[in-house]
């Protein structure tokens, strides 16, 4: 069967760069279609799209596109996006690089980067010094151009597929009532209640997972039903930081540890539960309670 040849227009559809781009790179270093007779259109092979999609990688990881384009073409094979996930040596290196490729949407890059970085790193780590700097920059630029919304989401459901992978892999947990997380009132930002199911799970710690807009009467039956050792309670916005969520929850013995998490919570009316300062403390709170 004879390779499909791809014109212009539709690799840089595929690899996210204007036509343009590649002509510029054909021009300046080299890298067109293999087999272009002049007078004829361009149409690439697939072992052209390959350099092209890694030449394209290389420079969102912050490689000169100079030394990309030699690298680029010497390539032979398949393409494998963890080849180049290796040099990053700061984690200002990780966070710029998961930038650019967000911006460029290259969906395959940011699983492989982050998904090393939870593994290499743990999800403490990560969420702290990767995950949080790359969603201010891009919530920097929305909030500074408007545009990249689209970038937002994109990373954020991401982010959330695989912070859970970790989560169901509890094979024996340490606690033998899992701790209960929910984001109270009509509160819809849970990503860093993933970051903290995730987090313990490392510790092989169960959870339930409640979710976004969790109403009291959903807290209070799962307290009721499940005796849980603690309760972590998340607000993002104040107007969803009503203090019955802790205040109303029923009396159950032993009566569970109440750790709330977010900057919507006003200290003044939670003198009585724990406020935690970040994703570090709230995980040393819970294993407080759980006994370890």
Known sequence: MDEELLTVAAVARRIGVAPA???????????GPSAHEAGEH??????????????RRLITSGVAPCDA??????????????DLVEDFEVREEVVNSLYRAAKSLDKGFIETVLRKDIVDSGVIASWTEVIVPLLFLVGDEWAATGAGIEVEHML???IKRL??????????PVNSHPVLLASVGEELHCLALHALAAALAE??????????????EAISGMVNRTAPPAVFLWAQLEQNSDPKFFNELPAVRPAPRVIVGGPGWDRETCAD???AQDLT????????????
Do not use: Q
């Not at 361009?42 to 030449?55: C, E, G, Q, T, V």
């Open 281 to 292: 403390h709230a995980c040393n709170e819970i294993e407080r309670a759980v006994g370890l």
């Open 21 to 31: 781009t590649l002509r510029t790179w054909d021009r300046r270093y080299g890298l």
């Open 69 to 82: 384009a030699i690298k680029a073409k010497a390539h032979k094979g398949l393409l494998s996006v963890e």
């Open 156 to 158: 954020s459901e991401m």
């Open 203 to 216: 510790k092989g710690i169960e959870t339930f997972f409640l979710g976004a807009r969790t109403p009291l």
């Open 42 to 55: 361009r149409r690439y092979h697939p072992s052209d799209l390959a350099k092209l999609i890694l030449m």
């Open 163 to 172: 912070l859970r992978e970790g989560v169901s892999d509890i094979k024996e």
């Open 273 to 275: 539960v724990v406020v």
